[in-house]
């Protein structure tokens, strides 16, 4: 990873000089002016940035005043001194609908269910869990690796869906190294790598990051080759 001036200098390339990038950023407080900052209206932005880094930006600024109100203004002495029926009554709170399970625990989706039956739609967000997730109950796929490869993601939904097991198997048996791709910190560098070679896209991202280069790109793109060059025929679903 590179370090921020690095990042910074990168940007400020980009974007026509310093004075420019400056002018984007806006005025930056003093610490006092931070000192300021109310610990709520911290914990509030930082939960709104999580969930927005693996989401749709807009729909997370939409939906944000229903978090508000549920999680008590993010107030966090608040938070920390609710007993736990406080956090099982969310249950009873419409609009949550669903969950997006993206551990590395495929336990967790039992656990979920088991504990909350079907109160809320269970979703993996994790592509190289999603046939295990799929098998203990998960009903969606917020899958990374379908913008490069969406046929292959659809079946094995779709079969997984109609109890084809080991037809959907197969395909992931061999989807398994790309959907690797998406496991790691550069997931964005490697989906748009994958993008480049498996339908003729480009691999632009937004900064600070940067096309992958170098041993890691030729990496990914053995990879993303090595699977081309065995891909299998899907069956009909």
Known sequence: MADFQQIRARAAKRK???????????????NTAVA?????????????????AGFVWRVIEQKWPGFEEAFLGFEPKRLLFQPDDFWHELASDKRFVAIKESSDDIRRSTEIINRLGDRYDLFTGVDNLAFEALSVGAIGWVAGLVTAFPRETVAIYQLMRKGRREEALKIYRWFRPLLDLDVSTYLVQNIKL?????????????MPRQPLSGERRKAVEKIVRDALAARPELPAF
Request: hydrophobic share 45%; net charge negative; glycine share 8%.
């Open 16 to 30: 026509g000089g310093e004075e420019a990038l400056a002018s984007l950023l806006g005025p930056m407080p003093d």
């Open 194 to 206: 994958a993008e480049v070679l498996a339908i003729g896209t480009n691999d632009r991202v937004r």
């Open 36 to 52: 300021k900052v109310h610990d709520d209206r911290i914990l509030s932005t930082m939960a709104e940035r999580i969930f927005a």
